[in-house]
């Protein structure tokens, strides 16, 4: 199985920081790498999809950047809307593995 | 609009069984393959396999392999998982997603509690 090991598994940041979170896999997934944001009580919602692709409806301060076997989702001005815990997901092949989370916390 | 709508809350002993369904209306259901997601309380989430609604084939986790079968009834549009020999660490919340196409959809999330 490809492990996805995610970092830091939890931050503090001020509203207005630039925000960058590490998913690295345990072998190279191309570009099939998802990232997926959930906030408390709430049901996970997809912000990127193909390692840089952003969703529809998804603001453009979030961003996704890699392949093979490093890839980084940066936020570059956090929001007070923007504090959640944040999932990568390799799609490359079964069985899909997602990443432990960073809870990104008020500072 | 897309829905996936969940059964609803469940309570069991250990070792015991329980069926989760996950009824999907608002698009061709035999288009899109069916995963199915948990989460222990306090805990990121986790894969645990996939179901194609058109032939019924299925890909599952080593970690439930023996333990989890994903079926499909495409006369009721509706995907079922059902995990076998419950124990404590299966307290968690079952989701069923849609992950494939332009936008992903998720159920509303199903409560299984194991405790004797």
């Known amino acids: 199985d490809i492990q996805m090991t995610q970092s830091p598994s939890a931050m503090s940041a001020s509203v207005g920081d630039r925000v960058t979170i590490t998913c690295r896999a345990s072998q190279g997934i191309s570009n099939y790498l998802a990232w997926f944001q959930q906030k408390p009580g709430k049901v996970p919602k997809r912000l990127i999809y193909a390692s840089s692709s952003l969703q529809s409806g998804v603001p453009s301060r979030f961003s996704g950047s890699g392949s093979g076997t490093e890839f980084t989702l940066t936020i570059s001005s956090l929001q007070p809307e923007d504090f959640a815990t944040y999932y990568c997901l390799q799609h490359n092949s079964y069985p899909w593995t997602f990443g432990q989370g960073t809870k990104v916390e008020i500072k | 609009q897309v829905q996936l709508v969940q059964s609803g809350a469940e309570v069991k002993k250990p070792g015991a069984s329980v069926k989760v369904s996950c009824k999907a209306s608002g698009y061709t259901f035999t288009s899109y393959y069916m995963h199915w997601v948990r989460q222990a309380p306090g805990q990121g989430l986790e894969w645990m396999g996939i179901?194609?609604?058109?032939?019924?084939?299925?890909s599952y986790a080593q970690k439930f392999q023996g333990r989890v079968t994903m079926t499909r009834d495409t006369s009721t549009s509706t995907v079922y998982m059902e995990l076998s020999s419950l124990r404590s660490e299966d307290t968690a919340v079952y989701y069923c997603a849609r992950m494939g196409g332009a936008a992903d959809y998720w159920g509303q999330g199903t409560l299984v509690t194991v405790s004797s």
């Open positions: 179901i194609n609604p058109s032939g019924g084939s299925t």
